[in-house]
Nanobody
Framework: QVPLVESGGGLVQAGDSLRLSCVLSGRAFSRSVMGWFRRVPGKERKFVAASSWAGGVTWYEDSVKGRFSISRDNAKNTVILQMNSLKLEDTAVYYC?????????????????WGQGTQVTVSS
């Protein structure tokens, strides 16, 4: 397991913005595909966004397209999830994931390292 540390979660109101950060240590960050997933109680983790190792290609779950943005700073081993126009249904625990051989960015099984998760709560 390679340490992934997330930060930036919290309680916000609908329409607000929040920025999640994830720092990866102990491996070549620049060779890793980085992803964000989220989970609500009683459900499985679901894909939110991912970035290719160079950051040139990104993927988003349909419900967050146009509102969320994933970016990475390979010099700082950091991936960012900028979340704008938050909705009540965005409430979840958000997890950062990393993998060097990610065959399918949308699948949790394709990643080999996970963070501990950070809670995002959106209130009305």
């Amino acid at each position: 397991q390679v340490p992934l540390v997330e930060s930036g979660g919290g309680l916000v109101q609908a329409g607000d913005s929040l920025r999640l950060s994830c720092v990866l240590s102990g491996r070549a960050f620049s060779r890793s595909v980085m992803g964000w997933f989220r989970r609500v109680p009683g459900k499985e983790r679901k894909f939110v966004a991912a970035s290719s190792w160079a950051g040139g290609v990104t993927w988003y779950e349909d419900s967050v397209k146009g509102r969320f943005s994933i970016s990475r700073d390979n010099a700082k081993n950091t991936v960012i999830l900028q979340m704008n126009s938050l909705k009540l249904e965005d409430t979840a625990v958000y997890y950062c994931a990393a993998g060097e051989k990610v065959y399918d960015v949308f699948r949790t099984a394709a990643y080999d390292s996970w963070g501990q998760g950070t809670q995002v709560t959106v209130s009305s």
